[in-house]
């Protein structure tokens, strides 16, 4: 149900990325905000209660991606983000994605490491950030958020890399046993 409520958010954050202005720049932000509560929620009840699905495992990684993904290349005609450093970021998480195919088929689980929840953090809460877009309270949001996608990007290209050599040691291991 959590990830239903994510993926209902995606079009939602679409939309509200479509136009300029303060209105819809805090509606995109409120809506990626709630969408990463339910995945903090989600991990939450799934850990306690141990109700991780086959649909589950499968829908909510997509959830996230298709979310991030829809968010930073939204926000590219908006002058919010480099279309670089949206290109780095997307292509990696389809790498990632489709590696955990691969050894999914091979029946290797390649277990999430620490370096790629920072990069989770640090995106979700850059990603609020560049939405929210203009200056309250005497924070700039956009700055604070562009600053923040640095350090999401050094952990994107960081863990991407070190997945990379887990994957390949862990694939080398599974032929080699």
Request: glycine residues 10%; proline residues 3%.
């Amino acid at each position: 149900m959590l990830t239903g409520i994510r993926m209902a958010c995606i079009p939602v954050v679409f939309l509200c990325l479509s136009f300029p202005g303060k209105l819809w720049s805090f509606m995109s932000a409120l809506f990626i905000s709630l969408a990463f509560i339910t995945d903090i929620l989600d991990g939450f009840f799934a850990r306690r209660y141990g109700s991780v699905t086959v649909i589950g495992k499968f829908l909510d990684p997509l959830a996230d991606k298709i979310l991030v993904s829809v968010a930073l290349i939204m926000l590219i005609p908006l002058g919010r983000i480099p279309a670089w450093m949206v290109a780095v970021i997307v292509i990696r998480e389809l790498i990632i994605t489709g590696l955990r195919g691969i050894a999914g088929e091979r029946d290797v689980i390649i277990e999430a490491r620490k370096l790629g929840k920072y990069k989770t953090i640090f995106q979700s809460v850059a990603l609020i950030g560049l939405c929210i877009h203009y200056e309250y309270l005497g924070i700039n949001f956009h700055k604070l958020g562009m600053g923040l996608m640095w350090i999401a990007l050094i952990f994107t290209i960081w863990s991407g890399i070190d997945y990379l050599y887990k994957f390949k040691s862990v694939l080398t291991e599974k032929t080699d046993g």
